[in-house]
């Protein structure tokens, strides 16, 4: 009996960060008359399902992907061109757009599950390369190159409903995310991250559930492009460079790898403090950098752990007080 | 081929580019036997395991078991049919309790339909069972190192195996440690499950074997009562050499 209680007591803490957060987040638009902060907010909710996206399978998982941009991108360019050039409805190209993730997902996962360690990564880094070579290069005159691909229509028109529509996005999918990584099945993945020999030993499909790992996440990363195409209305090759795959892992970092939320926190705070900081030109880039070196160095367990750290501190003193 | 067959392995052999880790060995294990698997560093006993539990593929030969050739199946599916495995290299889910260590392999069976109760309470009953149920929220990186051994064997039998293969659970431990977990090994024996021990600690492995498997160089030398293969010629001499056979017998 006290053990549910204890454990309703937790829950209700979570929410109310969460609510206390929604509450927040529902009224930024009434209070500022600046749509270039709603710009940033909205970007910031995008990278956040981007982010919390790779976590499933790299920080929960343990395979390191480098190209997550992949399923981005090529869900925002499959939304773009299918609207734009075959006048295709956009709930329906917002549909292929994510299918195509859900494809490239197991396109790419399905070689990926023999490989381990810097294989997968090369691997994984190699499929957003040629991904972005076609885009940039070989298939311009698909992608439009840095022209991009204009004119893709929009859900709902203007900054605030998208920053709502954006929101509530962002909200469902982290929940959903984080209720999967709370589950059995999150204990299932964790423990292939620990050791996968000894995960099949305990009789785990370790194939089965790495390949649910990589459409997961191909998925959500899909839903995130596919959102980021209709907002921003053009496509260019910026949805899948390196650098966008490369912050889906600063992210993570800064905020806490493996806690799905860890990701979440990060995407939202660096999204900000980069458009934020944009009086600094490329100084950001540097001051950026510079973050991600300390954060590795003194606060590896990202953000998130700071909590932990409270916690345990918290635990400490209840135990003493038992004995 | 009777379905009274435990466990057989007919002409199995695995190369490793033109090493003969295993070569065409052939035994029978009858359900409810303590079969103990020794043998000089190298003979091909840890590799014969990874045959019989599907981490490794061999290059000819067939494994049955239940009287069902399991030879292609995969580590999970031969878990499922009841053949669980300890690391010799331990490897715990470090940043996993003890707790959730277990747990792992009692979701997994109870997915399966092997256990009724909730995976918790078994994981505890069976940590219970090893002796480490006061360690139950310990992570498992800070557990010394016998008891992780102990650890491994929980989640072994936490997958409710009816086949239990422990791949040197007393090496690195204590005169003590050996003690208590001879006894462990030996509860789970007689609470039916059929096992096989490689073992290089050998007066563990000699008290509680029925039955005694002796490799060398990949070939099975030997297979009789413990206190058979401790006379046999052959074996003295894959352990101590010829000079040492010369000596030893006089």
Not at chain 2, 124 to 139: P, Q, S
Request: proline fraction near 3%; aromatic fraction near 10%; hydrophobic fraction near 50%.
């Amino acid at each position: 009996m006290e053990k549910t209680k204890v454990s309703a007591g937790i829950l209700e803490k979570k929410y109310a960060a969460l609510i206390a957060f929604g509450i927040i987040a529902a009224i930024i638009p009434l209070i500022t008359p600046s749509i270039y902060i709603i710009h940033v907010l909205i970007l910031a909710h995008i990278f956040v399902i981007y982010a919390a996206s790779w976590d499933i399978l790299t920080g929960y998982t343990g395979q390191l992907n480098l190209g997550h941009a992949m399923f981005f991108g090529l869900s925002a360019y499959v939304v773009a061109i299918t609207n734009t050039m075959l006048n295709l409805p956009l709930l329906f190209s917002t549909i292929a757009g994510v299918f195509s993730a859900f494809l490239l997902s197991l396109l790419v996962g399905v070689p990926c599950l023999r490989l381990r360690g810097p294989y997968l990564a090369i691997t994984t880094f190699s499929f957003s390369w040629i991904l972005f070579l076609l885009a940039s290069s070989a298939m311009i005159w698909l992608s439009g190159g840095e022209e991009g691909v204009r004119g893709v229509k929009t859900f709902v028109v203007g900054s605030v409903p998208n920053y709502y529509l954006s929101l509530v996005l962002m909200i469902l999918s982290v929940y959903l995310l984080y209720r999967i990584a709370s589950s059995e099945t999150g204990l299932i993945l964790k423990a292939i991250k620990e050791d996968e020999d000894a995960a099949m030993a305990c009789g785990i499909d370790t194939t089965r559930y790495k390949l649910l790992a990589f459409i997961l996440s191909g998925i959500f990363a899909g839903i995130a492009g596919a959102f980021y195409a209709q907002y921003m209305r053009i496509v260019t090759v910026d949805v899948v460079t390196l650098e966008l795959s490369a912050s889906a892992i600063t992210f993570s970092l800064i905020g806490g790898i493996g806690t799905i939320v860890g990701p979440a926190i990060g995407a939202y705070m660096l999204t900000i403090l980069f458009e934020g900081f944009s009086w600094l030109a490329d100084y950001r880039i540097l001051i950026y950098n510079l973050i991600i070196v300390a954060f590795v160095l003194f606060l590896p367990g990202g953000l998130i752990s700071l909590k932990e750290k409270v916690n345990k501190k918290r635990k400490m003193v209840i135990g003493n007080d038992r004995k | 081929m009777t379905e009274n067959d435990f466990l057989k392995v007919i002409d199995l052999s695995k190369h490793f580019k033109g090493l003969k880790a295993v070569d065409e060995v052939n035994f029978n294990v009858d359900e409810g036997e303590f079969l103990g698997i020794i043998g000089p560093n190298g003979a091909g006993k840890t590799t014969l395991f990874n045959l019989i539990t599907g981490f490794l593929k061999p290059t000819s030969g067939r494994i049955y078991f239940r009287g069902r050739d399991i030879t292609g199946t995969k580590p999970h599916e031969r878990v499922k049919l009841g053949i669980a495995r300890t690391f010799q290299v331990t490897k715990p889910f470090r940043k996993f309790t003890v707790v959730e260590n277990v747990i792992i392999s009692a979701l997994i069976a109870k997915k399966q339909g092997k256990i009724q109760e909730h995976e918790r309470d078994f994981a505890m009953e069976v940590l219970e069972k090893v002796d480490l149920a006061h360690r139950t929220d310990v992570l498992a990186e800070n557990l010394p190192h016998g008891e992780v051994k102990k650890l491994e064997i929980a989640r072994a039998l936490a997958t409710k195996p009816e086949l239990l293969l422990l791949d040197e659970p007393f090496s690195g431990l204590t005169g003590e440690e050996v003690e208590t977990l001879q006894d462990v090994i030996k509860s789970i024996h007689k609470n039916g499950i059929t096992v096989i021990l490689i073992e290089h600690v050998l007066k563990a492995c000699m008290a509680l074997s029925e039955r005694i498997i002796v490799l060398n160089y990949g070939k099975i030398i030997a297979d009789g009562t413990p206190q058979q293969v401790c006379m046999d010629r052959q074996v003295i001499e894959a352990y101590l050499g010829k000079r040492g056979l010369e000596f030893a017998t006089g």
